[in-house]
Antibody, heavy 119, light 107 residues
């Protein structure tokens, strides 16, 4: 069974950074890209970026360049996203998602991590 | 960026009614559109891929149609568990984008 297990909710101070994780199981981690999606409170969904663990290649939505950094640890089948210089605009739920059974659509999602930026 | 416009923003219906939700793309995207359902405090769930292809485990009352710029998600005889938000997403461009959603609520 494919599963994407994300780390817990975070409360962080403005200006700080946060690193959230997404542990994959039930499939070969290196064979598939991992995607990250933002959902702001009461808002829709935005694709942040993609990492291909096999070759450590990343691509980002221009809007999130400089804000998000994607990495992956092949030894633990875990993908990470670090968000830097946090502001209130970064308060949101962040999902990791996979395109496992096909390409183009997200058929597996993590449970989401709520990041709250507040002093 | 390819912009997806969903309408209506909110749709109020009575259980048992059949509904159609619209998603319009800012340029032609062939059939590279996918539909998701998101219930409150849950992750999105894939309902339909590539405009009209069904997904294993999704009830048959959900169907999709369209190509080019205009797409429709249809729900035949809405059930109580269907009241949630529906999003479309395009994969024609590698810069994936989502629509702003249609909230299906009980009348």
């Amino acid at each position: 069974e494919v599963k994407l297990q994300q780390s817990g909710d975070e409360l962080v101070r403005p200006g700080a950074s946060v690193k959230i994780s997404c542990k994959a199981s039930g499939y070969t981690f290196t064979n598939y890209a991992m995607y990250w999606v933002k959902q702001s409170p009461g808002q829709g969904l935005e694709w942040i970026g993609t990492i291909i663990p096999l070759i450590d290649t990343t691509s980002y939505n221009q809007k999130f360049k400089g804000k998000a950094t994607l990495t992956a640890d092949k030894s633990s089948n875990t993908a990470y996203m670090e968000l830097s210089r946090l502001t209130s605009e970064d308060s949101a739920v962040y999902y990791c998602a996979g395109q496992i059974r096909g390409r183009g659509y997200f058929d597996y999602w993590g449970q989401g991590v709520m990041v709250t930026v507040s002093s | 960026n390819i912009v997806l416009t969903q309408s209506p923003a909110t749709l109020s219906v009575t259980p048992g009614e059949s509904v159609s939700l619209s998603c319009r793309a800012s340029q032609s995207i062939s059939t590279s559109i996918h539909w998701y359902q998101q219930k409150s405090n849950e992750s999105p769930r894939l309902l339909i891929k590539y405009a009209s292809q069904s997904i294993s485990g999704i009830p048959s009352r959900f169907s999709g149609s369209g190509s080019g710029t205009d797409f429709t998600l249809s729900i035949n005889r809405v059930e109580s568990e269907d009241f949630s938000i529906y999003y479309c997403q395009q994969s024609y461009s590698s810069l994936f984008t989502f629509g702003s959603g249609t909230k299906l609520e009980i009348k």
